[in-house]
């Protein structure tokens, strides 16, 4: 167990709709970053907030969004969905602005139909 | 950060070193080298980093060579739990933490 929580694990849903994945990192890590493995992609890195600001933003669509709350919890907003967008999504954290040593929840497994 | 190159898969007998190389030629001075692991589907999970001295910790050992363009992660007696992809990183120390994952190494642990 990493500390790191992520809900739901599974999530079916439709094209075109809107879904919210939630993370909430280890206590007293303030980093989160978000990934998203997909079968022809690999892990990519999507997006990274250090104590609420955003700190680095990788290769992520602009119909995905994200926030980190005043308590460090992080949602990773995704709308219009797509087949394409079926992938698995990992949230992991880290005590420091540029920690390499990252800790990852479970993931969120999404399926666009 | 560093570009590095693994092998696709290797193959280990249980209880057996599993050696797991990487090639990581361009690295700067100031990169860290950083090893994870994923077992199945489930969350990356870190294992080990260094700079240019070997370390050693309850899960691996890692040697760097001298000259810093490989390295290679020992899992001094392999089980069949140890059976995961496993990523070598080249990670700088700017002001982001993110991570690159490669396509990393299969390994297999066999009975």
């Known amino acids: 167990d990493s500390g790191v929580t992520q809900t739901p694990k599974h999530l079916i849903t439709a094209t075109g709709q809107r879904v919210t994945l939630r993370c909430s990192p280890r206590s007293g890590d303030l980093s989160v970053y978000w990934y998203q493995q997909s079968l022809d992609q690999g892990l990519q890195f999507l997006i990274q907030y250090y104590n609420g600001e955003e700190r680095a933003k990788g290769n992520i669509l602009e119909r995905f969004s994200a926030q980190q709350f005043p308590d460090l919890h992080s949602e990773l907003n995704l709308s219009s969905l797509e087949l394409g967008d079926s992938a698995l999504y990992f949230c992991a954290s880290s005590v420091e602005a540029s920690g390499g040593t990252q800790y990852f929840g479970p993931g969120t497994r999404l399926l666009v139909l | 950060d560093a570009k590095t190159t693994q092998p696709p898969s290797m193959d280990c007998a249980e209880g057996r070193a599993a050696n797991l190389p990487c090639n990581h030629s361009?690295?700067?001075?100031?990169?860290?080298v950083y090893w994870y692991r994923q077992i199945h589907s489930q969350g990356p999970q870190y294992i080990i980093h260094?700079?240019?001295n070997n370390e050693t910790n309850e899960m691996a050992s890692l040697i760097i060579t001298e000259d810093r363009k490989s390295s290679t992660l020992i899992l001094p007696h392999a089980t069949l739990r140890d059976t995961a992809v496993y990523y070598c990183i080249g990670k700088g120390s700017g002001n982001t933490g993110k991570l690159i994952f490669g396509q990393g190494t299969t390994l297999q642990v066999k009975p």
């Open positions: 361009t690295i700067s001075g100031n990169e860290y």
């Open positions: 260094g700079l240019k």
